[in-house]
Structures are given as C-alpha cells and as structure tokens.
C-alpha cells in the first residue's frame, strides 16, 4: 500500500536553533517528492519539489535532500525564525494505472519559541 | 494576484441542511480538486476535476457532489451533511493533472461544522 510516514508528529524548538523533519514513504513507482509548508488554518504552500535524480535542493533556509534508494526524504531548517512555525508536509507522487496520484503525509507540527 | 478562492471561510450548519462551499481559481488551470484535512491525518482527496465537465471521485467521495461546469468553478456541495463531515475543506488548482510536476495552487480553506 502507498504510504507517506512523517516524525516527529511534533517538534518544538528555540529560534535560532536547526531542526531537520523526516519523511519515509513507500510510493512506488516514485515520480516525485515535495515538501508543503502550511500555516495554521491556511492552504499548504510548495516549498520544494525533488524528483529521482536529485539529491539535495536548497531553498533559503531549507534543504530538502532525499535518497530513493531506502525511500527518505528529510527536510532541514536553518536558524529557525518564528514564522517557520507551521506544519511542514511531505507528498510523494506516484503512478498507478498510468494515473499520477499523490499521496500525503499526515505533517510535522514545528514550533519555533523566542 | 493568481489565486484560489474559497467561500466560506467558517460555515456552522445542522445535519441535513444543504450546503455548499465555492471555489474560484484565476489562473486557466484545467484541474481542480477537493481535499478535506482532518487532524492526524493527511489531506484526503475528495473530487477532482481534470477539465470542464470532467470530474472523478478520490479517496473519500461519499456524501459529497461536485460540478465543473466553466473552468474557473469548481464548487463543492454537501446534500445532506453529517457530524463527521466536520473538517478543514480546502480547494486546489493546478495547470494540468496528467503531469507529475504541477505545483498545486491551494485556497485558503473552510472550516465546516456540522451540529
């Protein structure tokens, strides 16, 4: 079955400090990997999308790398702000039936405290 | 601004009262698509819509309706809405669903409960 596994489920840490999310997904076929950022009550907004061939994709303070041989992805924050404070969540698309689906991860809450 | 627009932002409703929420996106995106959120859980998809007048169930269609009449619309109905359709609904569009690398535009969600 295709599944998209996040951890934490939560995470809270001082601003400044670098924190790095966790995804593990059994898609498969594999076409692609994304990582969302969504404010409380607000729609998710693409961070970075990474496909096979990529390893590593940079993005201000965040660094997405991701390795399809075991089927990680890991998402890492710099010097963490307070506005980063959000839930974080990683979608891995994939095909079936010649259909691209996608498949969520249920997300990472990050609260960054002053 | 391109963006996708939902109304309402917050709806309280009673079970069995005809509901439904709107979604508008400017952008010419051919596909749209309904998700609901609910805490632990991932978004689920509802409906989706790879044009006008094309619309296919997802994950968790029962008890939902959806209608594509002009591109821009996709709107979202709930003919009869229970207790455990009480969920974060949001609407997503994109340039086109056939390909792997369409980033999803999202509104900004509605909050729905039903009493």
């Known amino acids: 079955k295709n599944q998209v ?60 790398t991701l390795d399809a041989d075991t089927k990680q992805s890991s998402l890492h924050i710099t010097a963490s702000q307070l506005s980063d404070s959000a839930s974080y969540i990683c979608v891995v698309s994939g095909v079936e039936d010649s259909n691209y689906q996608l498949i969520w991860g249920a997300g990472t809450k990050l609260i960054i405290k002053p | 601004e391109a963006q996708v627009t939902q109304n309402p932002r917050y709806l309280i409703t009673v079970t069995g009262k005809k509901l439904t929420v709107t979604c508008s996106q400017n952008m010419n995106h051919e596909y749209m698509s309904w998700y609901r959120q609910d805490p632990g859980l991932g978004l689920r998809q509802i409906y989706y819509s790879m044009n006008v007048e094309v619309t ?3 994950d968790v269609p029962e008890g939902y309706k959806v ?20 969920s974060l609904y949001f609407c997503a569009s994109s340039l086109s669903g056939t390909g792997p690398f369409y980033g999803y535009t999202f509104g900004s969600g509605t909050r729905l409960t039903v009493v």
Request: hydrophobic share 25%; net charge positive.
């Open chain 1, 5 to 64: 596994e996040q951890s934490p489920q939560s995470l809270i840490i001082l601003e400044g400090k670098n924190c790095t999310l966790q995804c593990n997904y059994t898609v498969s076929p594999f076409s692609n990997l994304r990582w969302y950022k969504q404010d409380t009550g607000r729609g998710p907004v693409s961070l970075t999308i990474m496909t096979f061939s990529e390893n590593t994709k940079s993005n201000r303070r965040y660094t997405a």
């Open chain 2, 56 to 58: 296919d169930k997802g």
């Open chain 2, 67 to 86: 209608s594509r009449k002009e591109k821009r619309n996709f709107p979202l109905i709930l003919e009869s809405p229970s207790p455990n359709q009480t």
